[in-house]
């Protein structure tokens, strides 16, 4: 792997939000054999999609003052997102400009190039690097854009309960009030994750896959499990979460603070939901949950999981919502 140039050794992170794709690359940080980009960048759903015509320029700007890793470069946080106070924002952002501007680095992709500048700006030789790490939920979408990029690419898939799913995103709308709240997405792309779960068992993807619940609940087996995927050695520090090497409190839609990984948020939903939101999940769910151990609690659908409004929806989400998933049913999705 070492022989490999630096632009081929990338894993990306992948899977739903919520779904542990954050706890996974915090527990990565501390490795000493790693280099983990620690805000998502979005770079294959919206820099290789939205502005895949645009030239260098206009997707420098979008990784640097629109994405989520502009506050790696300069600015303030908004809710719920890390603060990075004595991170080297300005360092960084020149780094990246003179790196991706450079002539020489013309043919060279701007992610990679992202990541050997994030590098520099913390000083890590990159030839001690045997794999930079980035995470977006929503690579999920890109697996074969993925790996067509980079064909030397680790993949790592995260999967959760999708009742769990539902919950967290019930407790994030009521706390950050965005009105936008859609739970068609809490089912759609968590059955997404799920199918290139599958896949990724199958061997039909390369990866590993990564259950939530067996990550918070036995963090060392599944990091030394990792570890063995990503061909390092296992390292004590891969148990605990950090960014940049500080401690990570959490992005916990509970507002939960922790030091150290636990198996209690798992279980929260089963106290959280109530039966006709577990419905709405289980309607839309129920046929691939207990591939992946997931056992539906309700013994049939009835019509008014499907009806009844989730707490947080708006009416107009509610339309839309009820709408995409009658579609759904007749392409077959």
């Not at 020149?94 to 913390?122: G, H, K, Q, V």
């Amino acid at each position: 792997m070492s022989a490999l140039p630096f632009d081929q050794r990338a894993c990306f992170i992948a899977g739903q939000a919520k779904s542990g794709t954050t706890l996974v690359a915090t527990l990565l940080d501390g490795h000493p054999e790693l280099l983990v980009l620690p805000q998502e960048t979005a770079y294959f759903p919206t820099v290789l999609r939205k502005y895949r015509r645009a030239d260098r320029r206009t997707q420098f700007d979008y990784l640097t003052k629109e994405s989520f890793s502009r506050v790696l470069f300069s600015g303030e946080p908004k809710w719920g997102e890390h603060e990075y106070k004595s991170f080297p924002q300005r360092k960084f952002l020149e780094t990246f400009e003179r790196t991706a501007f450079d002539p020489a680095n013309a043919n060279r992709d701007l992610l990679a190039l992202m990541a050997e500048s994030y590098a520099a700006a913390i000083g890590l030789p990159i030839d001690r690097v045997k794999r930079w790490i980035e995470k977006t939920p929503a690579n999920r979408n890109h697996v074969d854009e993925i790996f067509g990029r980079f064909p030397h690419a680790k993949l790592l898939v995260t999967l959760r309960d999708p009742r769990a799913i539902l919950s967290t995103q019930i407790a994030l709308e009521q706390t950050r009030k965005t009105k936008r709240f859609s739970v068609y997405y809490v089912i759609a792309h968590w059955r997404v994750a799920a199918k290139l779960a599958g896949r990724v068992r199958s061997g039909d993807v390369p990866g590993l896959f990564m259950p939530f619940e067996q990550l918070v609940s036995d963090v060392s087996t599944v990091m030394k499990r990792v570890c063995d995927y990503l061909e390092i050695q296992f390292y004590p520090e891969v148990l605990t979460p950090t960014k940049i090497g500080q401690p990570w409190g959490g992005n916990s839609a509970a507002r939960i603070a922790f030091s150290k990984v636990s198996a209690e948020p798992a279980s929260r939903w089963e106290r959280e939901l109530s039966e006709d939101e577990i419905g709405w999940v289980e309607w839309h769910c129920r046929d691939l949950m207990p591939e992946f151990g997931y056992q539906p609690r309700l013994s049939a659908r009835a019509l008014r999981h499907f009806i009844k409004r989730i707490r947080g929806e708006r009416a107009r989400e509610y339309l839309k919502s009820r709408a995409y998933s009658i579609r759904d049913a007749w392409t077959g999705r």
